[in-house]
């Protein structure tokens, strides 16, 4: 069983930077692909970026690509998704996830673990 344990969120401006970090325990973290999720009030859960398990291959929702890097320290079991430039429409509650298969990186429901979510806000 793997627990996931999500930090980092805040209120920002526009233009800021927030880096969201992903704790993991209770598994061998190096077994999963890692990603990163956003949901916004009324809206479905989304996908917002995704690593392989040794950080070879990433993968991003085009909205945030070249603004959001995902990151993992397999040595500290932790992933991260650094977030530049921030826009109001970032505003969610951003959740990690844990999967064993990168061919299943967009869809929540491939998806084994999860945070608990850190909310993130940019104001404008």
């Known amino acids: 069983q793997v627990q996931l344990v999500d930090s980092g969120g805040g209120l920002v401006q526009a233009g800021g930077s927030l880096r969201l970090s992903c704790a993991a325990s209770?598994?061998?973290?190096?077994?999963?692909?890692m990603g990163w999720f956003r949901q916004a009030p009324g809206k479905e859960r989304e996908f917002v970026a995704a690593?392989?398990?040794?950080?070879?291959?990433?993968d991003y929702l085009l909205s945030v690509k070249g603004r959001f890097t995902i990151s993992r320290d397999n040595a500290k079991n932790t992933v991260y998704l650094q977030m530049n430039s921030l826009k109001p429409e970032d505003t969610a509650v951003y959740y990690c996830?844990?999967?064993?298969?990168?061919?299943?990186?967009?869809?929540?429901?491939?998806?084994?673990?999860w945070g608990q979510g850190t909310q993130v806000t940019v104001s404008s």
């Open positions: 209770g598994g061998t973290f190096s077994n999963y692909v």
């Open positions: 996830a844990a999967t064993r298969a990168y061919s299943g990186r967009y869809r929540p429901e491939s998806y084994d673990y």
């Open positions: 690593i392989s398990w040794s950080g070879a291959n990433t």
